[in-house]
């Protein structure tokens, strides 16, 4: 799933920049799977469609919807899905802006939105009260959740609620059996109190990347110390995690001077592939042999995300995956050409 930008969000003045980016993730994700791309209204809805066909892109694997949005970082507004007994569940946490740092109303309302215009079809929706990006959390996908405390555990998301009653939510909504929470981890420029996407991610269960940067990096100290902790951590069986560094990234500055938060650890994981967000920097190379050798059975395919993190965030915060169980109903009919 994609929120595409548009000109009330805060990427207004750089829509041309970051529409061929969109365009390049939607070109290679419509390779392997369906994506559905949320438009802020009909007119916008028709502006995407003309830019998909200029660029050539197919459209036979494009759902589209449309609902009201803030802004596009649809990892943190988009439902999380749980696959149960009973089937597919999409939970639909409460998105307040990353701790009421900026407008969260609309995206707030972006799942309830698509939910009752039958974009899931079948698949229940299933509220919950605690305050959660997907951002946010990292898991192994056999019940071990790995996030830093100060993405989750904040007065500015959840006041009311200690860590044990946190965890409680999670295990019962997510299924998590194992807490991994780190106290350290942070890159500069980032707005979001440290998201577990942008600083560690898991190849598979054993094996966990990494953020990294260099000595003389003012970011070196909180990483090497997350490091430690990644290293004290233990698997189920209690053999220590396979941990990989991630290429150290130098300082890319926005033309205000201030450092933005460009990172190898938001990547995107699809069926057969990984997009690898790069920055037209010679460690892009390194990166992608990286991720090769980790992730050996699927293609690695570099996406240029310097539009991206201007406004701080990267390819693994625009987007959000739904398992197959999920599905979309079939394309929407296509409107009419605009008058």
């Given at each position: 799933?994609?929120?595409?930008?548009?000109?009330?969000?805060?990427?207004?003045?750089?829509?041309?920049?970051?529409?061929?980016?969109?365009?390049?993730?939607?070109?290679?994700?419509?390779?392997?799977?369906?994506?559905?791309?949320?438009?802020?209204?009909?007119?916008?809805?028709?502006?995407?469609?003309?830019?998909?066909?200029d660029?050539?892109?197919?459209?036979?694997?494009?759902?589209f919807?449309?609902?009201?949005?803030?802004?596009?970082?649809?990892?943190?507004?988009?439902?999380?899905t749980?696959?149960?007994?009973?089937?597919?569940?999409?939970?639909?946490?409460?998105?307040?802006?990353?701790?009421?740092?900026y407008?969260a109303?609309?995206?707030?309302?972006?799942?309830?939105?698509?939910?009752?215009?039958?974009?899931?079809?079948?698949?229940?929706?299933?509220?919950?009260?605690?305050?959660?990006?997907?951002?946010?959390?990292?898991?192994?996908?056999?019940?071990?959740?790995?996030?830093?405390?100060?993405?989750?555990?904040?007065p500015?998301?959840?006041?009311q609620?200690?860590?044990?009653?946190?965890?409680?939510?999670l295990?019962?909504?997510?299924?998590?059996?194992?807490?991994?929470?780190?106290?350290?981890?942070?890159?500069?420029?980032?707005?979001?109190?440290?998201?577990?996407?942008?600083?560690?991610?898991?190849?598979?269960p054993?094996?966990?990347?990494?953020?990294?940067?260099?000595?003389?990096?003012?970011?070196?100290p909180?990483?090497?110390?997350?490091?430690?902790?990644?290293?004290?951590?233990?698997?189920?069986d209690?053999?220590?995690?396979?941990?990989?560094?991630?290429p150290?990234?130098?300082?890319?500055?926005?033309?205000?001077?201030?450092?933005?938060?460009?990172?190898?650890?938001?990547?995107?994981?699809?069926?057969?592939?990984?997009?690898?967000?790069v920055?037209d920097?010679?460690?892009?190379?390194e990166?992608?042999h990286?991720?090769?050798?980790?992730?050996?059975?699927?293609?690695?395919?570099?996406?240029?995300?310097?539009?991206?993190i201007?406004?701080?965030?990267?390819?693994h915060?625009?987007?959000?995956?739904?398992?197959e169980?999920?599905?979309?109903?079939?394309?929407?009919?296509?409107p009419?050409?605009?008058?």
């Amino acid at each position: 799933m994609l929120t595409w930008p548009h000109r009330d969000t805060d990427w207004s003045d750089q829509l041309a920049a970051v529409d061929q980016v969109y365009l390049s993730i939607c070109r290679q994700v419509s390779r392997f799977q369906m994506l559905l791309i949320v438009c802020n209204s009909e007119r916008h809805q028709q502006v995407i469609r003309r830019k998909l066909e200029d660029a050539g892109i197919d459209s036979s694997a494009l759902r589209f919807a449309i609902a009201q949005s803030n802004d596009s970082w649809a990892r943190d507004h988009a439902p999380l899905t749980c696959i149960g007994e009973e089937g597919a569940l999409l939970l639909d946490f409460q998105f307040n802006g990353w701790g009421g740092k900026y407008p969260a109303n609309l995206d707030n309302q972006i799942t309830e939105t698509l939910f009752r215009s039958g974009v899931f079809a079948h698949i229940q929706r299933q509220p919950v009260p605690l305050v959660l990006e997907g951002g946010a959390i990292e898991t192994d996908g056999q019940g071990t959740l790995l996030a830093t405390r100060s993405s989750i555990l904040t007065p500015s998301r959840n006041p009311q609620l200690k860590t044990v009653q946190v965890e409680a939510v999670l295990a019962e909504q997510l299924g998590i059996e194992r807490f991994l929470w780190l106290d350290h981890g942070h890159l500069s420029g980032d707005d979001t109190d440290g998201h577990i996407d942008t600083l560690a991610r898991f190849a598979d269960p054993a094996t966990i990347l990494y953020s990294t940067a260099t000595p003389d990096d003012p970011d070196y100290p909180e990483l090497e110390a997350m490091a430690a902790e990644l290293g004290r951590f233990r698997q189920p069986d209690g053999t220590p995690y396979r941990l990989v560094p991630l290429p150290p990234i130098p300082p890319i500055i926005s033309a205000d001077g201030h450092r933005l938060p460009a990172g190898y650890a938001n990547f995107l994981i699809i069926n057969d592939a990984v997009l690898l967000p790069v920055y037209d920097i010679p460690q892009d190379v390194e990166a992608v042999h990286c991720l090769q050798t980790h992730f050996p059975k699927r293609e690695i395919i570099p996406i240029n995300c310097l539009p991206l993190i201007r406004q701080n965030g990267s390819l693994h915060c625009i987007t959000m995956q739904f398992p197959e169980q999920v599905g979309f109903p079939i394309p929407s009919p296509r409107p009419d050409p605009a008058d």
